[in-house]
């Protein structure tokens, strides 16, 4: 059993512990961190969890053997850095960092201290995707050609801070909340990106926004792709990939289906699981040694790479080269 601390304990810090605690049989929470403890010390008493307001209070802990980072993105390097030092395996929710600089700096410094770097990407753990990759993987669609993701929700509005407001802290209209997961399966079935080129339409600002985003992409492989998403409308998730013999398309967490040259589309349901459990037990387990870690540091940074290129066309209305000439 990994002995962790959780930094953050607000709407998403909360969630992580409520599908972890006194659920997993391989990790468990032992201390959280809050800047405003008046506001979480029941919900801490309740889990039994040792509370204190500074992150320095958990690396001097010796007990911790694993940090959890639930916090504002423009602190994610500076703690990243921090736990790694503290000789201490450490798990940052997405988005890893807002520059490619500072994913570098932060895989850097867990490379050299020798610990592990977890990322916040539980929706690869959903059944739909583990079968989506599977059959990716197996060849059966021949050629890869084309991919399409869109991931849209309601949470914008339903769970407000002022911090994830900040144009400093989540730039990009929908990428921090949402369309960050869909970058992570593009990047992750498709490799690094060469170029983006961008929309936002906004109709509402925040709190509880109403914009859209738009993303065309070509990845260094020359396969194309198109992201969306919206922010202020019901829960949609879906990844569809595209070749030359069949396609497959995930929708949701747990529907799957094929659609084969000559044949009729086949349809496929899962049993669904806790996706935050699954992949902190995953995380866990390699922790501990017991297994590898499926999310490589160099795909985190591309990734970043790719999101901060999303921004800048964004800001600057241009297609963004991530390939130097």
């Given amino acids: 059993m990994i002995n962790a601390a959780i930094v953050g304990l607000g709407w998403w810090g909360q969630k992580i512990v409520n599908a972890v605690q006194g659920k997993s049989t391989r990790i468990r929470f032992i201390r959280g961190v809050s800047k405003e403890p008046d506001t979480v010390r029941e919900f801490t008493a309740r889990h039994q969890m040792e509370l ?140 690094p990106v060469a170029r983006v080129q961008t929309q936002v339409i906004t109709r509402k600002p925040a709190p509880d926004p109403t914009d859209t985003l738009s993303i065309m992409f070509e990845f260094e492989n020359h396969t194309s792709a198109l992201l969306g998403a919206v922010r202020a409308t019901p829960f949609y998730w879906r990844i569809h990939v595209f070749g030359r013999e069949a396609s497959v398309e995930a929708l949701g967490e747990t529907e799957l289906v094929i659609r084969r040259k000559g044949a009729k589309p086949e349809h496929f349901s899962y049993d669904p699981l806790d996706s935050l459990k699954e992949e902190f037990d995953v995380f866990a387990d390699a922790v501990a040694g017991h297994s590898e870690y499926p999310i490589k540091m160099p795909h985190m940074v591309n990734v970043v790479a790719a999101f901060e290129a999303i921004v800048q066309s964004i800001e600057t209305g241009q297609p963004v080269s991530l390939i130097k000439a």
């Avoid at 921090?82 to 997405?94: D, L, N, R, T, Y």
């Avoid at 911090?163 to 490799?191: F, K, Q, Y």
């Fill in 52 to 191: 204190s307001t500074e992150l320095a209070d958990v690396l001097a802990d010796p007990r911790v053997q694993a940090v959890i980072l639930a916090t504002p993105h423009s602190l994610h390097t500076e703690q990243i850095v921090a736990v790694a030092k503290a000789g201490k395996a450490v798990f940052c929710e997405k988005p890893l960092a807002l520059k490619k600089a500072d994913a570098v700096r932060s895989t850097a410094a867990c490379r050299d201290a020798g610990v592990l770097l977890g990322i916040g990407t539980n929706k690869r753990f959903w059944p739909s995707m583990r079968e989506l990759r599977r059959v990716v993987a197996s060849g059966e669609l021949g050629e890869i050609l084309h991919v399409e993701g869109h991931y849209s929700n309601e949470n914008s509005g339903a769970h407000f801070s002022q911090w994830r407001t900040s144009p400093s802290e989540a730039p990009g209209a929908g990428m921090t909340g949402s369309g960050i997961h869909v970058l992570d399966a593009l990047c992750n079935l498709l490799g």
